[in-house]
């Protein structure tokens, strides 16, 4: 158990829809990354927040956003889903060039 | 652009050693990990390279060279269990991983 929590761990929606992932890091870690994994691809890093400030931007689609709360929690929105947003979404969370800890995903497929 | 590149498979038999390379081309370079990954889990950490050189853990070893942009993750007296997905990644600034595609690891009897 890595203790970075995400829920849900599945979650199946049509075209057009929104849906909101979320995720709770790590007792004590400040950072959460979000990550995106396409089928049999790599791992594509979206978006990273640090005590409730966004830090840094990847490949992150305008429909997506996310926020950290002051809890630390993370919720990562997808928004007018395309069936090519259908993915593994992971959590991350840990310090800076160190190990990452990772949930156990939320598998999302858009019909 | 930063791009990182690994065999996209390799298979092996069980006991023995293989060798999982990885190039990469990225600005912002802090250090190069190695993270595996079965069937669509959560990755987990193995190795992290800072510097060059070698680090050991267990049957795991990974190398780094930042002279030539490459590193390497060696898997010794391999078991069936270490069959999986096994990802290479720069770590950028601020703690962000930039993965490469993912090498699939396949261990036979």
């Known amino acids: 158990d890595s203790g970075v929590t995400q829920t849900p761990k599945h979650l199946i929606t049509a075209t057009g829809q929104r849906v909101t992932l979320r995720c709770s890091p790590r007792?004590?870690?400040?950072?959460v990354y979000w990550y995106q994994q396409s089928l049999d691809q790599g791992l594509q890093f979206l978006i990273q927040y640090y005590n409730g400030e966004e830090r840094a931007k990847g490949n992150i689609l305008e429909r997506f956003s996310a926020q950290q709360f002051p809890d630390l929690h993370s919720e990562l929105n997808l928004s007018s889903l395309e069936l090519g947003d259908s993915a593994l979404y992971f959590c991350?969370?840990?310090?800076?060039?160190?190990?990452?800890?990772f949930g156990q995903g939320t598998r999302l497929t858009v019909v | 652009g930063q791009s990182l590149e690994q065999p996209s498979e390799v298979t092996a038999v069980e006991g023995a050693i293989v060798q999982i390379n990885c190039t990469y081309q990225?600005?912002?370079?802090?250090?190069l990990s190695w993270y595996q990954q079965h069937d669509g889990g959560a990755p987990t950490f193995l190795s992290y390279n800072a510097l060059d050189g070698l680090e050991e853990t267990g049957r795991f070893s990974s190398f780094l060279s930042r002279s030539d942009s490459y590193g390497y993750l060696l898997l010794q007296e391999l078991q069936m269990k270490d069959s999986a997905s096994y990802f290479c990644?720069?770590?950028?600034?601020?703690?962000?991983?930039?993965f490469g595609q993912g090498t699939e690891l396949s261990v036979k009897p």
């Open positions: 991350a969370s840990g310090g800076p060039n160190t190990e990452a800890f």
């Open positions: 990644a720069v770590n950028n600034q601020g703690g962000k991983l930039i």
């Open positions: 990225t600005s912002g370079f802090y250090g």
């Open positions: 007792s004590g870690d400040l950072s």
